[in-house]
């Protein structure tokens, strides 16, 4: 079947840090893939994507780059803030059907 | 623009009591609607979907189910609720190249 692991949480980081989160992902065909971020009294909102091998979904800072050798969709960023704290969801999704989502990954960035 | 509407934001209820969560959407037409689940240490686990109007498919069997009264409308019920069925719900909305979420509910159930 289809499935996303995503690192076990809560990762707690200073700011500026550097931020990885693993998530690896096992699919039938040819998914697309998803870093999905639930900031605090906030609802799931799309963060970045890759639609194919070797694409790099980025957006605020954040990177992320398919790579279908290893199956791995990591989340990086270079320099954390603390208002980066949140719980971030890698996910996948085959053909525009519903979108499979990693346990969650919950950051914490401290000053 | 698309929305999607979730309410309540959080929802305390006993065991035993009904349940009736809402999810509404804008800025589309025929959407195809998510209901998901996240216990505690888990994923967001599929519940249901609809492709339209009281079209209902489950992903689980479970003491949940689902209605679709109108084209932009999802319900999640229950009859009778459980502790195991404390959790965060989500609702969503999933194009070709897009998603959309509710901001979801959270259901404790005592």
């Known amino acids: 079947g289809n499935s996303v692991t995503q690192m076990e949480g809560p990762v707690t980081l200073s700011e500026e840090a550097f931020l990885t989160i693993n998530c690896t992902y096992t699919?039938?065909?040819?998914?697309?893939l998803f870093w999905y971020v639930q900031y605090p009294g906030e609802g799931l909102q799309l963060l970045l994507k890759?639609?194919?091998?070797?694409d790099k979904g980025s957006n605020k800072g954040f990177e992320a780059t398919y790579r279908k050798e290893t199956t791995s969709f990591h989340l990086e960023k270079g320099s954390v803030q603390v208002s980066d704290s949140a719980v971030y969801f890698c996910?996948?999704?085959?053909?525009?059907?519903?979108?499979?989502f990693g346990k969650g990954t919950s950051l914490l960035v401290t000053p | 623009s698309q929305t999607i509407h979730q309410w309540p934001a959080t929802l305390v209820q006993p065991v035993g009591s009904p349940l009736s969560l809402e999810c509404t959407v804008e800025?589309?037409?025929?959407?195809?609607l998510y209901w998901y689940r996240q216990a505690a240490g888990r994923g967001l686990q599929l519940l249901f979907y609809?492709?339209?109007?009281?079209?209902i498919s489950s992903e689980v069997p479970q003491n949940l189910s689902a209605s679709r009264p109108q084209d932009r409308q999802f319900i999640l019920s229950s009859k009778k609720l459980l502790l195991s069925d404390s959790g965060f719900y989500l609702c969503?909305?999933?194009?070709?190249?897009?998603?959309?979420f509710g901001q979801g509910t959270r259901l404790t159930v005592v």
């Open positions: 890759a639609t194919k091998a070797d």
């Open positions: 699919a039938t065909g040819y998914p697309s």
């Open positions: 969503a909305w999933i194009g070709k190249a897009e998603a959309f």
């Open positions: 609809s492709v339209g109007i009281g079209q």
């Open positions: 996910a996948l999704s085959l053909s525009g059907y519903a979108l499979n």
């Open positions: 800025g589309t037409s025929n959407p195809n």
